[in-house]
């Protein structure tokens, strides 16, 4: 999950619980062009203070007019239900909203009116869970579910399913100078970043704001931190005591995505050492990029990190992009939107 739609929704719970009336506008279907993807979340307040983004600027100005017309003209039975908002339908309402080349944007209206849902679904994303929350736009009940990997949106008119989880996050194990440029870009890149290094004279220069650091030998922290499929590991000590342990927890891990720094010559000799010392077999071994990062020829600790975070960009897409929708497992919560604060 992005940063900015957990801000979305962090931000509707602090604005209802102090009082204010808030709209949610969610992305269902683009055509063409469109600016934003589905699932991207707008949050309007009844002042018209917003937060999120579903269009980059096109329609806001009016969403923003459409939530607090709803708002003033009070809410009834009708008005307090969810409803489908449909922007650029012909290439004249495009250029109007200033969608490009056509694009159009199919959008769900939902009043927030109880935010148990809420609170449940920052509750799964503080446990680096992913929860699939169902909206039927009939009755603006809310329900959740454990969701699994792979699901994704879906919206057939009658009930809208989305998915959050928890976002992704890199831990690099070693916190010298290209630890550090990795850890930058991986924050610009919406990572969560987490930094590993035992040897206090490289990780007390650290600081970078947003960076988590892990106390504590490199293996031991992968282990107790639970990879899972939202988590990728780097090892960048250059020190095979401190890289080679955290290795062996990560190739046995969830974790999508595991690399360490290298030449050719070097990463098969560390495979070799893994195998031999570790008993990992050929398919945890293939597991490990290495060298790490894309070729690009780079050369700087900058070019260098650009790779790197271009090859986890990579096979993350990848990943997301040929999973197909598996069913999620229902847990024993549910929440109507129509409910009380």
Known sequence: MES??????????????????VSLMTVVQTWGSAPRQPGALLAVRDDGVICGSVSGGCIEDDLIARAKGAITGGIDAKAALPSVVIYGVDKEAAVRFGLPCGGTLQLVHEPVL??????GVLGHIAGHRLVVRTLDLATGRVTLAI?????GLVFDGRTLITVFGPRWRILLIGAGQLSQVVAQLARVLDFEVLVCDPR???MAPLDLEGVCRMPGMPDDVVRELLPDPHTAIVALSHDPKLDDMALLEALNSAAFYVGALGSRRNQVVRKRRLAEHFDLSAEELAR????VGLDIGARTPAEIAVSIMAEIVQVRNVISQREGHMPGCVIDFEQSTACSL
């Open 114 to 119: 109880g935010v148990g849902w809420i609170d």
């Open 288 to 291: 490990l990029h290495g060298p």
């Open 147 to 151: 969701a699994s990997r792979g699901q």
């Open 200 to 202: 206090e004279e490289y």
């Open 4 to 21: 900015l739609d957990l801000q979305v929704l962090t931000r509707i719970l602090a604005w209802r619980r102090s009082g204010h009336a």
